[in-house]
């Protein structure tokens, strides 16, 4: 499938005219949901606050108005028509700003709305107050273990720009399925990972791929598929990592990015940016 367009998905601050703003409650208690007319959640809005998974129609007034949704950790079908019929677009849980309705034919095309059956994901989110900040220093802290195995700088985990774009692009990631396309200003790990929580699938994500060093040839240093993601995490060069973290419902796992900057894995440079480990460790 081709998203046309897509590296606009990281400017989106320019670019959506609506979000959603969905606050759940689980145990019985009311979703209370939120569209906005402007992006950022500001602006005229309208509230819902529903306790089933009924189909909800907007008033005439904004009625295929909507152009991005903000699922929070629940998940809503979006349908063409009222009274929910015609197309429908299952948005999941977990994921913010979705760009890729208007790739879908869904932008300013929704009527009606209701909430998914069985939308909470079977995996546990952070029960902590940490959340997504949480799973970030456990990332930048995974990531200089290693590095300083190999003897290089750490790095760094304060760009929240970097942050920012790469839990957007990890959220378009769930959205699509998986569904991959390079975004070439960064360096980047992609992969999905099993976990109860966010913290957990980000330890899980940097320690597969230093697993990777086993495979790597020091004595003859180059970029090889099965130890890209390695070198990434060791690139001496690299000084900052951004981090994202979003569920996918339809596989039951959490997809986790890395962003690097400056990016690694350049032609010609690895013999000076991937040292061998330390003996001592």
Not at 237 to 253: E, K, L
Request: hydrophobic share 35%; glycine share 8%.
């Amino acid at each position: 499938m081709k998203f046309p367009n897509h590296p606009n998905l990281f400017v989106f601050q320019s670019l959506y005219i609506f979000a959603v703003t969905i606050l759940s409650s689980y145990g019985g208690n009311a979703e209370t949901i939120t569209f906005f007319a402007d992006s950022g959640l500001v602006g005229a809005w309208i509230r819902y606050t529903l306790s089933g998974t009924g189909c909800n129609n907007f008033s005439p007034k904004w009625n295929n108005r909507i152009s991005s949704v903000n699922t929070h950790d629940n998940c809503i079908l979006a349908w063409e028509h009222a009274d929910c019929t015609g197309r429908s677009e299952r948005i999941a849980p977990g994921t913010y700003h979705h760009g890729h309705l208007s790739a879908l034919g869904f932008n300013d095309a929704i009527s009606s709305f209701q909430l998914c059956p069985h939308s909470r994901p079977q995996a546990t989110r952070p029960s902590s107050s940490s959340g997504l900040a949480g799973a970030r220093r456990a990332a930048v802290h995974e990531h200089n273990k290693y590095r300083r195995r190999h003897r290089v700088p750490d790095i760094r985990g304060d760009n929240q720009l970097l942050h920012r774009q790469a839990q957007q692009y990890a959220r378009d990631l769930a959205s699509f399925d998986n569904e991959h396309f390079t975004f070439a200003k960064y360096g980047e790990n992609v992969g999905a990972y099993k976990a109860a929580n966010q913290e957990e699938a980000v330890r899980n994500a940097v320690r597969a791929w230093y697993n990777e060093e086993s495979k790597y040839n020091y004595n003859k240093p180059g970029y090889a598929d099965e130890t890209g993601h390695f070198t990434a995490v060791v690139w001496k060069s690299s000084t900052h990592v951004g981090i994202g973290v979003a569920w996918n419902p339809r596989h039951d796992w959490w997809e986790v990015v890395a962003f690097y900057s400056p990016t690694g894995n350049v032609g010609g440079q690895f013999r000076k940016n991937v040292l061998p480990p330390s003996k001592k460790s």
